[in-house]
């Protein structure tokens, strides 16, 4: 599979930066779900660009149109297929960007799987922007999930080397709901001030910077997730690496995990009150690739922007020569802000496939 | 998908370690491919238990039988089944394990997922034994990819908080079998003895220890991946997390990426004698989720293995109660030497089945 | 799958009859490839409704957009998205369909399947209308695919008991792009008269009729189609299925081969100039599963209409008493010679699928 | 998928005529299952060669060995690997198949699949041999199934133009359980001499007849199956072809429905005690692709066995002459008979993997 994925819901995305449309089919959603629209509006604005100084001055409204699916906003069972015009398209001059390619973009390499037929407008298939329709499908997983109890909620856990504090062992959904009310999630509520600077600094010096974001699963029942090839991490990291310009996924305490002994590493049981749980949560919910009944916990990795305005050296495929690229444009100087509604989503659909029952 | 995987080759696993046989199926290999089976067996030996105080005392001879898929030793097309016959299972009381839930392990997930009849003997189907036919099936992957000039090899990066080097810019083909030259390959030849040390001691404490594998992919050809969902991370990284006990997968410099400015993450490309490469490989060889020619890296967190003879608290699932549980047994104290090699299967496997024209 | 499919390429249909749109995108397309697109509308207008007395009068102009996957008229390689807005909708009320159940019609298991929250308007999601979309992406796959000099073509072989001849052992490109000059395409040039006659007295007494498609697939290459689960029968059956109302799928003689003896049966090979070719072609190009390189045939049967305007017993589901139904509408009396190039399309997108170097 | 097959359950398939052993993998069964092994051998019974005149004189006894999956006769929830070891393979020389093509047979098309590589001894991955381990597969569904009130059984309706009687609108559970107390299922009861007589004739002829076959499955609930791409014809059909000689699968009356008029056609409803029936059920259980309650009626036709031991002519391909070819060796002169189970079995299968809740 490639631009679709799925077992039991069946997502299919399309659309390039600058073509038409953006758009995503969701086949097989329950019938009878009554989505709440305004929820929807709201999670596509936490990624929309423009927003602030930090993003790209791009301006799309991002507005969601349904195509198919939905009786008033109640969801048929039919395959509901969602679409964004795009609005803003800079009709400039993409010629150099045909020949000079982008270090650390998917330039070079689609150029040869494409053999140069790909559109390179933007970034095309391979933008960022290609997200927005991930968020609506991850916003009507997420109001599926919520009727079962389970709420999802990531917070930026580091921009360069600022961190945020990681999720304890004990989450609650209203902790959950607190966190999410902030533009910018982060646990240590002070700490969104310094990664802003550090944004900005990244800004002023046409650089980027990157960061991590963290991500918690509540009240998934356990017994969620499958061997040998679909364990829960098995299943979420295909959808994780999906998103653009995540090169980490790890789940519970990841690479820490490594330098603990296995009486610190293995999370004790006990009964709270005729409930099975853990001391600690170090594997983040999940033993033997399937859920345990505590909060699943993955985090994700997202490298630095590689559009920057910096003097680049690269080569021109055409002329076959070494070269160097100045790439003026509209540029997210860090993406990791608007990239946690993404995570969310990503998390939302892919337990939202694991659950047979919904 | 659960026991079965793959988009161009079919895998399809079983076994449990108690049981009759462990096996694999390996569907839609390309005809006519001469295997060596004497490289195979070398391989399946890399795996194999009991070899030396490191690892579980249990032996296996992991003969690997052919049931179907050959004449002599070349592939006829159809699916080939190898299987290997359980032979030193102890015949043990396992009552204890059916009630007591061992921490860190699948037990508990597993007895809600399964309503109790699962088989708990050794860890049952999800007992790390079931990566035998992984390397059956990785070795033959291997061989074909070799055909194809694709070599690929691990190394111990970590364990516990005992590291390796990493692999730099410059890998060759020649590097990488002088590396695997060695039984438990490291890149600094130092380092494995101060690693067996720390696993000596977890052994002699009834503890374990976990660490980090990292394995290189060379000569993966520009233009291998697909967007959206289907990058080299997306397709790689299902496999890595099947893998029992892994935590964490990244690729490049993974987590440590996201400290970098972007100037620094972006890969320069350059011409040498026409063959387009990077000046540094910090996506390990990966951009845009399309291979660009340079190296695969990746990297895995492997947790400390969960069955440690210490007393661990935990919960008796037939009285409701808490309890205490001591598991008297075959353990390995560390398990990353033996992954080495299914690190490696895991990821011929998937690269295999990304390259449509083999 | 439900609302998806395909190995190779993938596929992803939405809409309802009475929506605000309908269409398809389909993934993993080769980039490079001009469409032509006069040939498109063409083939559009071929199953377009409103076009004679023997089809609904509902017009329709099946406009396709085209919303991503193109730069000009060359395709990228990204999933290509092409929608038809639906324009003709009446917005008469459907209330009484809710509860009486259409006899031959999907109202009754699909009420129960979406516990009523399906839209019902116009046979919603299971209309014949969605078969639209598919005649766009059987048109791109059928000029792919005559770049490899693969040719395909349907003609109506019976409507009730007015039958065509069948398709020779010897057809070449020419004889196909002969038959398909016609509008209705049958091989015997005078039967189409009688078929019509057939259709217009059906419609007369607000009735339906139903017929036979055959079709052929010239210029597959000998060693198409897998064993086990994926013989070229296997791999077609569903798709032809998929079409509404389609209740019979045969290849080559199809059910009359069982009254053969086997010396009959088999179709003996000989050398034609170097050329494998085989006396007769009863198995329709296909032994094993396995393309055999002759042509391939296959047969679809297509039942009468549901839709008919006689007075019907049937049920309410709401009050759950036996009743009788008159359904005043825009029916055709017969969809078989719309069909046809659906048949086509399919056939289209089946081969293509299984080509794996395309 | 090739060798695999199915979304809820997981089939792998594997073994040649001739060698080692072939087997099933099931995987994603339920947990829990006591499986009745005296039942699923007298399954296996009913296909397995050598029982009397009309079948091939090998014997093979077609044990079935479990390697996976069970403690005692109980699914554990994991992969359930059945082996039958092939035991009655004459080791005659097959060099003169490996170069003149049998007519009728996968030789020719799997030759240039594979490139000659393929196991050409008793048709190997091709040959009706593996079915067996389909039968044992189906029986295991079909023991699933019944738990759930889903009952299967088929007759045999035609061998070569002796005709057996086709279901009735009205079948009941104990219909199909009297109707299966026949070593060779029929619903008239006299039939089968004369086919028996067909069979029989042909074999003294050195030549071969085919046949078709009825299958029933009661009880399945309304609302299985899904749009676009996956009605129950199109999810039973490839499971249908797959099963070697098949060449035609219809629903309901199949062909015939399309000489009726749309008022013939059209089952209408009505109230039976509560329960939503048809008078008639022309379309098989299945409108829209969707379960209506009613039974699920399909047909499968099978051509002659094409193994017969005229002289026929054919091409060497070695020397790229045509020439004439004797096969000397054990054949059915009809498989009809043995297949009755299969068409079961693959209806079992199919129908548990739409399943969901199950």
Redesign the interface.
């Known amino acids: ?5 799925g ?1 039991n819901i ?7 930066s600058h ?5 995503i ?1 969701i ?2 959603l329950p ?2 779900i009554q989505l709440d629209m305004v929820d929807i509006r709201r999670q596509m604005k936490r990624r929309a660009p423009g927003l602030n100084i930090m993003s790209t001055p791009r301006k799309e409204k991002d507005e969601v ?5 939905l ?1 008033g906003d ?8 969602a ?1 964004i015009y795009n609005s803003d398209q800079h009709s400039k001059d993409y010629s150099l960007l045909q020949e000079c ?1 982008r ?8 150029y ?8 390179v407008r933007g970034g ?3 933008s960022g922007r ?1 997200t927005a329709p991930i968020v609506f499908a991850g916003s009507v997983a997420k109001q599926i999930l919520k009727q079962k109890g389970i709420v999802i909620g990531a917070h930026i856990q ?1 921009i ?2 600022v961190y945020d504090d990681s999720f304890g062992v004990d989450i609650s959904s209203q902790d959950i709901e607190n966190m999410l009310q902030q533009q910018y999630p982060t646990l240590n509520s002070h700490v969104f001030e310094k990664m802003q600077a550090t944004i900005e600094e ?1 800004r002023i ?1 046409c ?6 974001i963290e991500c918690a699963i509540l009240n998934v ?11 829960i ?3 979420l ?3 994780l ?2 998103i ?1 310009a ?10 820490k ?15 709270d009150d ?1 409930k ?1 749980k ?2 600690t949560n ?3 919910g ?8 505590m909060p699943i916990i993955f985090r994700v ?8 305005s ?1 003097v ?4 021109n ?1 055409k002329t ?3 070269t160097e690229l100045e790439i003026i444009g509209r540029h997210d100087p860090c993406i990791v802000p608007r990239a946690v509604v993404v995570v969310e989503s990503m998390a939302a659909l892919g337990i939202l496939d694991m659950m ?2 919904i």
Request: charged share 15%; glycine share 14%.
């Open positions: 599979m490639s631009s679709s994925w077992t069946e997502l299919s995305i399309f659309g390039e073509g038409q449309a953006i758009g089919v086949g097989n019938a009878g149109q349904i195509m198919s699916g009786m109640v969801t048929t069972g039919a395959p509901l297929c679409m390619m270090p650390g973009h998917s330039d070079y390499p689609a040869i799987k494409y053999k140069g037929f790909n559109d095309g298939h391979f290609i580091s360069k080397d990244a010096n650089d980027s910077v990157g960061g991590m029942p356990a017994g969620i997730g499958n061997p040998f090839f679909d364990s991490e098995s299943h990291s295909p959808l690496f999906s653009p995540v090169k980490s996924v790890s789940f519970g305490l990841g690479e995990i490594t330098e603990l002994y296995g009486h610190e590493a293995n999370d004790c049981y006990y009964y005729e099975v853990t001391k170090h594997n983040g999940i033993t033997g690739g399937i859920s345990n009944g990795g997202i490298k630095p922007t590689p559009s920057i910096q680049q050296q690269t080569v495929i076959k020569e070494n047979k029952d």
